[in-house]
């Protein structure tokens, strides 16, 4: 079974470039999370989202960040016009369909590591 | 809202040392939380968790108790080995997304 997978492990962007960043989530976990991991820093949360829905978007910043889960497919984190600031690990993680406990683990990619020159 | 507060590093040990790393949290009801690993250049990895109150998790000979009366839930290891150099990231859920405290770097040398 394999794990959360990331693509690309590394992206180089200039400013004002776009940066897509793709995660296909474990097999049979419909549930998809992404944080963002900036340097000497913890992670924080961004977007939670399932197959078509975006459920909850409030670590999302307002502009230039978009994400998306489509039917088929992997999960998309999509930034336009990358500032130096957006530099950071960016990390996707997924669980199965919560069951009501609270306790359901999430499974993290490797990261995409996004270097704006 | 939830936060997660951890010890702050880094932490230099010797090999066999005993590792303690200090993590407390806030939260609104009852989270599960979490102790993950991050080793360089890596994603992080689940190391332990405990979903309520008393709840010991360990794994690898890391453990950690989740005590309510005191909102913490520390990561202990009796002899650390130089292959736990790694970040450390303590984290709740209330049942969405994680919450991580800031990571401890922790290095043992041989």
């Known amino acids: 079974n394999a794990g959360v997978m990331q693509n690309p492990r590394h992206l180089v962007r200039r400013r004002g470039q776009e940066a897509r960043l793709r995660c296909s989530p474990m097999?049979?976990?419909?549930?998809v999370y992404w944080y963002r991991q900036l340097p000497e820093e913890g992670l924080k949360f961004m977007v939670y989202?399932?197959?078509?829905?975006?459920?909850?978007e409030s670590g999302m910043p307002k502009e230039r960040f978009s994400a998306e889960f489509p039917k088929e497919g992997p999960s998309i984190l999509r930034i336009q016009q990358v500032v130096r600031g957006d530099s950071a690990a960016y990390f996707c993680?997924?669980?199965?369909?919560?069951?009501?406990?609270?306790?359901?683990?999430?499974?993290f990619g490797p990261g995409t590591r996004l270097l704006v020159l | 809202g939830n936060s997660v507060t951890q010890m702050e590093g880094p932490v230099t040990l010797s090999e066999e040392a005993f590792l303690t790393i200090n993590c407390t949290y806030t939260?609104?009801?009852?989270?599960?939380l979490f102790w993950y690993v991050q080793y360089p250049g890596e994603g992080l990895q689940l190391l332990l968790k405990?979903?309520?109150?008393?709840d010991k998790g360990s794994n690898k000979g890391f453990e950690a108790t989740y005590r309510k009366e005191t909102t913490s839930f520390h990561l202990e290891k009796g002899s650390v080995q130089v292959s736990d150099s790694a970040v450390y990231f303590c984290?709740?859920?209330?049942?969405?997304?994680?919450?991580f405290g800031a990571g401890t770097t922790v290095t043992v040398r041989a």
């Open positions: 405990a979903t309520k109150a008393d």
């Open positions: 097999k049979g976990h419909s549930h």
């Open positions: 989202l399932q197959k078509e829905n975006i459920i909850d």
């Open positions: 984290a709740l859920s209330d049942g969405r997304e994680l919450s």
């Open positions: 993680a997924s669980s199965p369909p919560p069951s009501g406990r609270k306790g359901e683990t999430q499974y």
């Open positions: 939260a609104t009801g009852y989270p599960s």
